[in-house]
């Protein structure tokens, strides 16, 4: 074995480590535009909501990004760190999900359009732990690739491009699925239970668990969680009814039915036997408007006939 054949060997990344920075690019773009929809949903879904909650994931991302540059240059075993991550992310989709859902201003009432100082607030609860992870996963995948220059079929790659093609690639990969399929055919929780699974399993390769207390202790980080993932993916209908039913958003309007689209979540009510269609938190139309609901008809078939 020549001497470059051997550090082509050495240097070459794993594919563990290739599965989990993909996954993270993955991850993060699905996670931003999950609970972003729901944010959007409980603001109404107007121009200055969505400036907001994208400042405040940019700003959590850097905060993360900021702490992990910190505590990268002490870390020994980034790999393991990353794979630590990937567990908290798991575990933190579904909580910041619920979050959004159970959150409610105490000086805002059903039905009213929050402020932007409510807005900001609403958005730095529930969005900043899950940017602020992104972030450090990135910066501790930059460590873990850091340990010199990479071989891939004889040829140089930096390691930190790498990483950042990895991660992009992920991220365009994630949002292609979401806007073919996942946006249309799964709900929030059940998509948040799956993208979880998904970085456990990453996790639990990263960690490479061995017959040890510690490692045990690894493998049971991992398996809790994904025993609580894979119930919540099977149950994901009904945990969606019902945290919209308990939510002070919908709670008094009577949720019937909550169906996913690529152009945001429509939400059913049924409340004195009128039925209510919303899209993005938004009223569509009523059962009972009839004079609106004939001028949505009419004038559209108006438009087709003429003299």
């Excluded at 002490?74 to 859902?101: C, D, I, Y």
């Excluded at 992104?134 to 850091?146: I, P, S, Y």
């Excluded at 491009?161 to 806007?179: C, M």
């Excluded at 979540?265 to 609106?292: I, K, M, P």
Aim: contains cysteine.
């Amino acid at each position: 074995m020549t001497a470059g054949t051997a550090l082509e060997e050495e240097t070459r990344p794993g594919p563990r480590f290739l599965f989990a920075v993909l996954l993270m690019g993955a991850t993060e773009l699905l996670a931003q535009v999950i609970l972003a929809r729901e944010l959007l949903a409980l603001f109404f879904g107007n121009e200055l909501s969505i400036a907001l909650v994208l400042a405040v994931w940019l700003l959590a991302v850097s905060a993360g990004s900021a702490a992990g540059a910190r505590l990268a240059a002490g870390l020994r075993a980034a790999e393991r760190a990353l794979g630590w991550s990937q567990v908290f992310m798991a575990a933190l989709l579904p909580l910041s999900l619920l979050a959004v859902r159970r959150i409610q201003p105490a000086s805002i009432t059903p039905g009213q359009v929050l402020g932007p100082g409510d807005m900001l607030l609403t958005s730095l609860a529930t969005l900043s732990l899950a940017a602020a992870v992104a972030g450090f996963q990135f910066v501790v995948a930059a460590k873990a690739a850091a340990g010199g220059d990479t071989h891939i079929e004889g040829r140089f790659v930096s390691p930190i491009a790498l990483v950042y093609a990895l991660e992009a690639l992920g991220s365009v990969i994630a949002g292609l699925a979401f806007h073919c399929y996942l946006a249309e055919h799964l709900l929030p929780f059940p998509t948040a239970a799956a993208v979880g699974l998904l970085n456990l399993l990453s996790a639990a390769l990263l960690f490479r668990p061995r017959i040890t207390p510690a490692g045990a202790a690894r493998l049971l980080a991992v398996s809790v969680p994904a025993g609580f993932l894979v119930w919540l993916l099977a149950a994901g209908g009904r945990v969606e009814m019902a945290t919209l039913r308990s939510s002070p958003r919908w709670g008094g309007l009577n949720p019937v039915d909550f169906v996913p689209s690529r152009y945001g979540a429509l939400v059913v009510t049924d409340r004195a036997q009128q039925v209510s269609f919303y899209q993005s938190g938004v009223l569509l139309f009523t059962s009972q408007d009839d004079y609106s609901n004939e001028t949505i008809a009419h004038l559209p078939l108006a438009t087709g006939f003429g003299p």
